[in-house]
């Protein structure tokens, strides 16, 4: 079975600093892997994805994410954190099978951006 | 084009009573995956419909289930209901299902709180 978990429940950052949302992934085979974001009261938004194509990967709004398959990880980085950032971001895997598939979400990541 | 629309937005239903959910998905997307989410269990897949027919299921138990229209427009329904499916229900919806890609457009949840 394929899993995912994110090392920190909450991340603190100032404005202006840089964001790492750590995240290691479990799974016996090349998984594909994706970062999603949930602001307060919202539905969940597609950050970015990793499908097995170049291992560093761009997002909106400034994130990347690097597939590391020697550490397991998929950490998710901005190098300049705004007031904006703040919200809740999930790793997640995907399993897909003939005819179908669901998303596996990490327990998420509470990101704060002070002033 | 619209996005993912969920309604009601919030509920409050008591023990024993039953729900209905309703989600729109956009148009021309062909499967809607359920999630629930609690603060405890974090983000847990339901079930997904494609085509009206439920194509993947959960680890929920039979008090849980869907249907999905002729119009792509899904409903999800929970009888005898508990204190402990109190959660936000997400409906999510993708061309082919969103397993293979990750690629699902979530709506804003209906808010469940049952007393």
């Known amino acids: 079975a394929q899993s995912v978990t994110q090392l920190d429940s909450h991340v603190s950052v100032s404005e202006g600093t840089p964001v790492l949302l750590r995240c290691n992934y479990s799974s016996s085979y090349s998984p594909s892997l994706f970062w999603y974001v949930q602001h307060p009261n919202k539905g969940l938004q597609l950050l970015l994805k990793y499908t097995s194509a170049a291992t560093l990967v761009k997002g909106i709004n400034g994130f990347e994410a690097e597939f590391k398959k020697s550490e397991t990880s998929f950490h998710l980085t901005k190098p300049s954190a705004h007031m904006s950032d703040a919200a809740e971001y999930f790793c997640v895997v995907s399993e897909s099978w003939a005819g179908g598939g669901k998303l596996i979400f990490g327990q998420g990541t509470e990101l704060s951006v002070k002033p | 084009k619209a996005g993912v629309t969920q309604t009601p937005r919030y509920l409050i239903k008591t023990r024993g009573q039953q729900v209905t959910l309703s989600c729109s998905p956009i148009s021309g997307h062909r499967s809607v995956s359920w999630y629930q989410q609690t603060p405890g269990q974090g983000l847990q897949f339901l079930f997904e419909?494609?085509?009206?027919?439920?194509?993947n299921k959960g680890n929920f138990p039979g008090r849980f289930s869907g249907r999905q229209f002729s119009n792509s427009r899904s409903e999800m329904n929970v009888s005898t209901l508990e204190l402990g499916d109190s959660a936000l229900y997400l409906c999510?919806?993708?061309?082919?299902?969103?397993?293979?890609?990750?690629?699902?457009?979530f709506g804003e949840g209906s808010r469940l709180t049952v007393l």
């Open positions: 419909y494609f085509s009206e027919t439920q194509r």
């Open positions: 999510a919806s993708s061309l082919d299902g969103g397993g293979n890609t990750g690629e699902l457009f």
